[in-house]
């Protein structure tokens, strides 16, 4: 009896050393997204995106009336900003700006356009205005956080590395 017993014990340490691997082991490449009400917690969304994968926000700046379309992409649980573009509602194209400049111009006013951004962020928080409404896109899906969370709510987001067992469970 003893005999039978030990390669059942074995592959029963075997299957929870693998689990726990699993739930610890956190791989480059993947960022995981998660999206919640500020107020209550309500998970809006929640994502695994490979690395250079697109994540964009779309809205409306409600000084200045313009379009602005932010763009991001996931670097290994980081949520990585790349490319701002603040565009007339008719389409005209707006002039190619430094990187540098977009603190700035974020306040001032005018349409632009930056590429080559390289900001990290791990946490956003977005305060919900009546104009802007706010939509943002993961993996093709949408969520319209005005909707979500209301005129004055607070929507959070927080980009962090998924375990291996999250990114099997996210493909199935």
């Known amino acids: 009896m003893k005999n039978r017993g030990m390669p059942i014990l074995a592959g029963l340490g075997a299957a929870l050393l693998a689990l726990w691997l699993l739930s610890r082991f956190t791989p480059d490449g993947y960022t995981r997204i998660d999206l919640a009400e500020g107020a ?45 573009t603040f565009a007339q509602p008719d389409g005209t194209p707006p002039p190619r700006v430094s990187p540098h400049d977009v603190d700035d111009l974020f306040h001032t006013g005018g349409a632009f356009d930056a590429e080559g951004l390289d900001r990290p962020l791990r946490r ?32 959070v987001l927080t980009a962090s590395r998924p375990t291996v067992g999250k990114i099997l469970l996210d493909r199935l």
């Open 124 to 155: 956003i928080v977005y305060r919900i205005g009546e104009i802007g409404d706010p939509k943002l896109t993961v993996r093709g899906r949408t969520v319209a956080l005005k909707k979500e969370a209301g005129f004055g709510g607070r929507v």
């Open 40 to 84: 209550g917690g309500r998970v809006l969304l929640s994502a695994i995106v490979p690395d250079g994968e697109r994540v964009t926000l779309n809205w409306r700046n409600s000084q200045f009336g313009l379009l602005v379309t932010e763009t991001f992409h996931g670097r290994s649980g980081v949520l990585v900003q790349d490319r701002v």
